[in-house]
């Protein structure tokens, strides 16, 4: 049974120490999740009984392609019109609690390791219910259309339901799960599940044009970001630009597995942002 970490809020004690593992540079940035308190919340206009962490948003020098945001809606909260940006395509992961999610005219009960995908122009909605807080990612980017390639359908589904896609010759220690097909080019971007067992390592540093998003749902590593080995755990995120170089050792003693962005599958933009 897979566990998810979601940020509890509150203050840390007055008596807390100031120094934490918070980085910003040109590269990447690690935002750890003791930084995740109240005082940094913000609320959305359309969303009732609704607060979030905003992690990611297009910015210079920060993230190019994607916002992400990690919910929490109290019971009875959720919103009828969720985005009014109509270009906007989305993906939900869940992590904790029950809620109603309407895609279009059709309903469906969500609950922790449900993955939603959510196509640019469809009308969703969303109702928070059981006894607790629905805890979710909320992944949004601006969808490129490809000459010739239809839109790709909504989806909803859970992780259990999907079969991890180890890498060849890792001994099942590096591997993936996949939402969608990776060679279906209706898709400009994926959000999947990277999993390491305990020993699992990318043993050289990936240097790739793709921008990442990664959030630790479980455990912990030590993650070569540029020129950097940095420590993280659950509950950390990480962004990292175009081209920064990667790697990770996941010593243990359990399994690390994070929330996987990537922009994929469509030409270099040559002429400013695409709306």
């Known amino acids: 049974m897979s566990s998810y970490y979601a940020p509890p809020g509150g203050l840390p004690p007055q008596s807390a120490l100031m120094s934490q593992r918070a980085v910003f540079t040109e590269a990447y940035a ?10 940094v919340v913000s609320h959305l206009p359309g969303w009732t009984d609704t607060r979030l962490w905003l992690i990611a948003r297009p ?29 906007a395509e989305h993906w939900l992961f869940f992590t904790e609690g029950l809620a109603t999610l309407t895609i279009g005219a059709t309903g469906h009960e969500v609950e922790a390791g449900s993955y939603a995908y959510i196509p640019a122009g469809t009308a969703w909605k969303l109702l928070a219910e059981g006894n607790g807080p629905a805890r979710f990612h909320w992944l949004r980017k601006l969808y ?12 909803v589904i859970n992780e259990r339901d999907v079969p991890v896609r180890w890498m060849p010759d890792t001994l099942n220690r590096w591997g993936t799960t996949r939402f969608v097909d990776p060679t279906d080019m209706a898709h400009d971007a994926h959000v ?53 170089p990667q790697a990770c050792y996941a010593a243990g003693p359990g399994r690390f597995r994070y ?17």
């Open 192 to 244: 999947n599940i990277v999993t390491f067992e305990p020993g699992g390592l990318i043993p050289f540093e990936e240097t790739h044009v793709m921008e990442h998003g990664l959030y630790v749902l479980e455990g912990k590593a030590v993650y070569k970001l540029n020129k950097d080995w940095v420590e993280v755990e659950a509950g950390d995120f990480m962004w990292l630009r175009a081209f920064c």
């Open 144 to 155: 490129e259309a490809a000459p010739g390639v239809a839109a790709p359908a909504a989806f």
């Open 30 to 39: 690690v935002i750890p999740r003791g930084c995740f308190s109240d005082i």
């Open 59 to 87: 910015l210079s020098g920060f993230s190019e392609t994607f916002s992400q945001y990690v919910m929490e809606v109290a019971p009875g909260g959720g919103s009828d019109a969720p985005d009014a940006e109509t270009a």
């Open 259 to 275: 929330l996987l962005y990537k922009d994929v599958n469509r030409h270099a933009r040559l002429r400013g942002v695409l709306r």
